[in-house]
């Protein structure tokens, strides 16, 4: 392995490693615009400029592979000087437009002219004009002359979707990005472009001008979309709720993980939260009083539910459990269930139509934790339940967040199944066809509200966690399955999702010894602690 | 005095272009002696030679040719750059007009160095004529089993970028891309067109090989200096009595190309600047035309040799407006992939415009300066270190004429 020195320090890097990469690891920053380590070295930038030892002059540190003995310079005069130079190339033609631009406050132009521009201004003349909010697909809106011809986008659209939308026309200083005759910018992860480009070229058609980034707090989280789980950044608008109309999800950016989703996420799991902060959003439990479901309180609902449990005899309470729900969740439903004796339960629900798949990272499972669902044994075959309910032989049917009236089994035979049960419970975070029917409504919260883990498709255990508040009163699942438990005789330590997680950790194999700190940001494979292995 | 024509020898002949008269001056004959040896002592024939390349790098032939991989196996590609695009040129598309065999039989030869099986002729797109009449050559060639038994001849035409004559650039335009060069490393002779070790070679070098091999690299080298051999072809232009293209030895001085082939300056009359290597090179003052034309001896007068072509102004010639054609045809053909050259030959250009137009600002000569020389060396391919070279000679050394023209 070469061994290099930069800026007087030491490192040893794998074969292969450029010098951006090199200085990385020892936390130095060598400043970059069309370099990005999920594509190809394009070059054309020419900040990344590095001093190497014996070479005439600065090189650029991205096309550059370190070499054993070499020595780097990434702070020498010369360097700063052309650093300074080419911030200045790059802005001459930009039109300064921070003020209405979505990208000001993580702009790389704004960033990296305050670390290593700070020149006076002498372009006088009439700058290059160029398109401006041009729509290139569904999600995605340029700006040409915000744009820095770093072609990210076009590779990204070349090389990792291997769709190629994107191309560079005509040349110098009139070049510009665009789309291929006939093309538009609809492949399933076009939103990833927004994120690599560092200007505000590319900005998110659906977060465009709803407020600013530097009122956006971050928390780290995992895509409820698919079985991949793909890290992702939920940003929220806590500080200025009046800029987006109450919304309080601003966006999801993707998160990188090495092992599972590098540096991207699809489109479907980018614009998927909708639902958080939608209409249908319930924000109370209700209880149905004839035709009409009306609020009550958690303690009323909690005993309603548990005294539903309680009055059926086991044989006849069947549970639809969703792959959707956390680990947490799963095994405080299990408790439940074990407690009552419960044996009928299901979880996955036939989607109406299949879901799609592709090579990258979208999986055909629409769920998070379908692996969590069967590794905590609540896997059941959710067309039984309702064979049975039909049948009458299940008078008690709690189901978590389906609308099974819009799956793929007919309509007639569902409703008739829904029907046929006395009491029919429902949890989840938004009011559907299923939930209309039943007597107990219990709010969920959603997945950005509390703290959890799911497993993806490959056994990852992933962390997410609260990004905003509960709405109203909603609560997460393992909270009301706790409470519920509770109310049953069986009063339960677990007062956060953490609790639930290490009695997990103790009862099912498959988890042992993990613990949130063991899975940190990047997950953990379940079945891979030393306990687990002993089990 | 200015030497042996080689080149050019056959350029009068009104049918030089056809086989018959190609071979019944002696054509093919190299090829045949370059049959009978190693390729390793081809390349060693070129190096004693000190051919250097004509299309502007003047980089030495023979140690460019023994870059590829020794040991490689897959495919070489040899590939011809006909594009002359350097405003001033205009050599290449005489050679393609009247002596396309000498092309095809220095390509033979070129190959066998090398081992390709494959060359690519790139062509300017502009050049119809000379398009045609090589390519009528290159049938005749096949026809006659010169081309088709071990090696073959693509061509290919251009689409009118100048920058499709910076080698890289070329390959790129050549595998279907947009012609774009391309980052170094790797260089081309490692890794080229369509990722196969090639070399690029300009029409002009490669037609000098059936002499250097029928007559030696000795003969070659002592027609130049002491570091490069042969004659070349000086394209002349501009304020000249008798402009065109002449073939001389790299020996000859300035001087004698503008007085003695050239046969003297028009205009008023009076000599005032000259470009000596196409538009990218430096220019010099009327004092500054005692060099020798070979490309040590302009690069030590701080220009360079580059493509050869010669453009002269006489005394009325405006230098600023000069300039502005210049920045001009740069902000036009770069080809807007690295930040500097994209960003600040546009810029150049607006500066030079506004000066000639009356409304120059006293800061904008410095302006241009500084621009230059920071940009200067920070590119992809040489094209900025090219527009370079006459921002900041015209102004350094005309500075008074831009002055006058600038508002008080
Ligand atoms: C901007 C630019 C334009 C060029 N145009 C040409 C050209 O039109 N013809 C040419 O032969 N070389 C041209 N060159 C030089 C080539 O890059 C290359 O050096 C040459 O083709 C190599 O051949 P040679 O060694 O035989 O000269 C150009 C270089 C640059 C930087
Ligand atoms: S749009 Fe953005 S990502 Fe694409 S080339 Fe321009 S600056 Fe780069
Ligand atoms: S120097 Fe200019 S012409 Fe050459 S690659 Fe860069 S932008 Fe293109």
Not at chain 1, 57 to 84: F, H, S, Y
Not at chain 1, 98 to 112: K, R
Request: hydrophobic residues 40%; neutral net charge; contains cysteine.
């Amino acid at each position: 392995m070469p061994k290099l020195t930069i800026d007087g320090k030491e490192i040893e890097v794998a074969p292969g490693t450029n010098l951006i990469e090199a200085a990385r690891a020892l936390d130095i920053e060598v400043p970059h615009y069309c370099y990005h380590p999920g594509l190809s070295v394009a070059g054309q930038c020419r900040l990344c400029m590095v001093d190497i030892e014996k070479a005439p002059r600065p090189t650029i540190a991205c096309n550059t592979v370190a070499t054993d003995g070499m020595v780097v310079w990434t702070q020498t005069e010369r360097v700063l000087e052309t650093r300074k130079s080419i911030m200045e190339f790059h802005l001459i033609n930009h039109p300064l437009d921070c003020p209405v631009c979505d990208q000001a406050g993580e702009c790389w132009l704004q960033i990296y002219y305050m670390k290593h521009g700070l020149y006076d201004p002498r372009m006088v003349d009439e700058k290059v004009h160029k398109p401006k909010a041009v729509p290139l697909g569904p999600h995605v809106i340029l700006d040409a002359e915000r744009c820095i011809l770093c072609s990210r986008c076009v590779r990204f659209c070349d090389e990792v979707t291997a769709t190629g939308e994107l191309g560079i026309f005509d040349r110098g200083d009139r070049s510009e990005i665009g789309l291929f005759p006939g093309r538009e910018l609809d492949n399933k992860y076009s939103g990833n472009v927004v994120d690599i480009c560092p200007v505000g070229a590319l900005t998110d058609r659906d977060f465009r001008f709803q407020v600013r980034v530097w009122y956006l707090d971050a928390a780290k989280s995992i895509c409820p979309g698919c079985a991949r789980g793909c890290n992702i950044e939920v940003h929220v608008n806590r500080r200025r709720p009046h800029h987006a109309q109450g919304r309080r999800v601003a966006r999801l950016k993707p998160r990188f993980n090495a092992a599972v989703n590098k540096w991207w996420i699809c489109d479907d799991g980018r614009y998927g939260f909708g639902f958080v902060d939608d209409g249908s959003r319930l924000r109370s439990p209700l209880q149905r009083e004839g035709g009409q479901q009306l609020p009550v309180a958690w303690d009323e609902a909690i005993a309603g539910v548990a005294g539903a449990l309680t009055a059926h005899p086991p044989a006849e309470t069947g549970v639809i459990a969703s792959p959707k729900m956390a680990n947490e969740d799963l095994f405080a439903l299990r408790r439940v269930l074990d407690r009552r004796g419960v044996t009928q339960v299901g979880f996955a629900v036939r989607p109406r139509v299949p879901g799609d798949e592709d090579k990258l990272l979208i999986r055909a499972d629409k769920n998070p934790n379908t692996r969590g669902a069967e590794l905590i044994g609540l896997g059941g075959d959710t067309a039984a339940i309702l064979a049975a309910a039909r049948a009458r032989r299940i008078r008690c049917l709690w189901i978590f967040g389906h609308d099974l009236l819009d799956a793929g089994w007919p309509e007639a035979e569902t409703r008739a199944a829904l029907g046929a049960v006395e009491t029919l419970i429902w949890s989840g975070t938004n009011a559907n066809a299923t939930s209309a029917l039943a007597r107990w409504v219990l709010p969920s919260a959603a997945w950005v509200e509390r703290d959890g883990t799911f497993t993806n498709f490959e056994g990852r255990v992933q962390r997410f966690r609260a990004a905003v508040d509960q709405l109203g009163e909603a609560l997460p699942d393992w909270e009301i399955l706790g409470r519920v438990l509770t109310a049953l005789g069986e009063p339960t330590l677990a007062a956060r999702a953490e609790h639930w997680f290490r009695e997990l950790g103790r009862s099912v194999p498959a988890f042992a010894g993990m613990t949130y700190q063991s899975i940190g940001d990047t997950g953990q494979m379940v079945g891979a602690t030393r306990e687990a292995a002993r089990a | 005095m200015t030497g042996e024509r080689t080149l050019t020898r056959n350029f009068h002949r009104p049918d030089a272009h056809t086989l018959a008269a190609y071979r019944g001056t002696g054509g093919y004959t190299a090829w045949e002696k370059a049959q009978t040896m190693e390729p390793a002592a081809i390349t060693e024939e070129v190096k004693k030679s000190n051919l250097r390349g004509l299309g502007g790098a003047g980089f030495p032939t023979g140690m460019k040719w023994s870059f590829i991989p020794k040991n490689h196996t897959g495919p070489v590609y040899l590939v011809i750059n006909a594009d002359e695009g350097e405003p001033g040129t205009f050599k290449d598309r005489y050679l393609l007009e009247r002596d396309p065999h000498a092309l095809i039989e220095g390509m033979l030869i070129a190959a066998r160095a090398i081992r390709s099986a494959v060359g690519f002729v790139y062509i300017r797109g502009e050049y119809v004529e000379p398009w045609r009449r090589f390519s009528a050559a290159a049938r005749e060639a096949t026809d006659a089993g010169y081309l088709g038994r071990g090696f073959d001849v693509v061509v290919h035409r251009g689409a009118g970028a100048y920058i499709c004559g910076e080698e890289t650039g070329l390959i790129s335009s050549l595998e279907g891309r947009k012609g774009w060069p391309k980052l170094k490393p790797p260089f081309p002779a490692i890794k080229g067109a369509f990722g196969a070790p090639t070399i690029v070679n300009n029409v002009e070098t490669i037609c000098h090989l059936p002499h250097i091999i029928n007559r030696g690299a000795g003969w070659f080298a002592s027609l130049g200096t002491k570091t490069q051999g042969g004659t070349r072809m000086y394209s002349v232009s501009g304020r000249v009595k008798r402009p065109g293209v002449y073939e001389a030895s790299v020996a000859i001085t300035l001087r004698q190309v503008i007085y003695d082939l050239a046969e003297g300056v028009t205009g008023n009359g009076r000599l005032k600047a000259v470009v000596p290597g196409g538009s990218s090179a430096a220019i010099l003052r009327a004092d500054e035309i005692d060099v020798t034309m070979d490309v040590d001896g302009l690069k030590n007068a701080g220009t360079m040799a580059g493509s050869a072509g010669v453009i002269v102004m006489d005394e009325t010639v405006s230098i600023p407006e000069a300039l502005m054609v210049v920045a001009r045809f740069y902000a036009h053909e770069s080809c807007g992939q690295c930040t500097p050259c994209r960003e600040s030959t546009g810029w150049i250009y607006k500066i030079t415009e506004r000066i000639v137009e009356g409304r120059g600002r006293k800061e904008d000569l410095d302006t241009v300066l500084d621009v230059a020389r920071r940009g200067a060396g920070t590119t992809i391919c040489a094209f900025y270190d090219g527009a370079v070279g006459p921002y900041i000679s015209y102004i350094e050394k005309f500075r008074d004429e831009f002055e006058a023209l600038i508002p008080k």
